[in-house]
């Protein structure tokens, strides 16, 4: 069963920068797609990225609009951890920032992901 635990999480500046770590254990081939979320208090969770085949030589990755250009994801298959850079950080991304994974999806969206961690708190000010 795969498992999933987030780490990373601060406090920063406005304009900072900050790299979550999701590791990953359990981890099989029937984990074809893994994504970064995340929900801010009183909003719903939103997909922030994807990534199809991770820790493969085929893993694309795929953004939200909004994110494309700020956030990236890494990834370190002798590590199985699945990262989230993320690069000029505003107060709006202020957030519970969640590592998922799942068999297959055909879109960012939470109702597709069967396995969740715990969330990392993610905190911006200005």
């Known amino acids: 069963q795969v498992q999933l635990v987030e780490s990373g999480g601060a406090s920063v500046q406005a304009g900072g920068s900050l790299r979550l770590s999701c590791a990953v254990s359990g981890f099989t081939n029937s984990t074809r797609c893994m994504a970064w979320f995340r929900q801010a208090p009183g909003k719903e969770r939103e997909g922030v990225a994807r990534?199809?085949?991770?820790?493969?030589?085929?893993?694309?990755?795929l953004y939200a609009d909004s994110k494309k250009g700020r956030f990236t994801i890494l990834q370190d298959s002798a590590k199985n951890t699945l990262y989230l850079q993320m690069n000029s950080l505003k107060p709006e991304d202020t957030a519970i920032y969640y590592c998922?994974?799942?068999?297959?999806?055909?879109?960012?969206?939470?109702?597709?992901?069967?396995?969740w961690g715990q969330g990392t708190p993610v905190t911006v000010s200005s």
């Open positions: 998922a994974a799942t068999l297959t999806c055909p879109r960012l969206a939470a109702e597709y992901f069967a396995t």
């Open positions: 990534v199809t085949n991770p820790f493969t030589s085929s893993a694309i990755t």
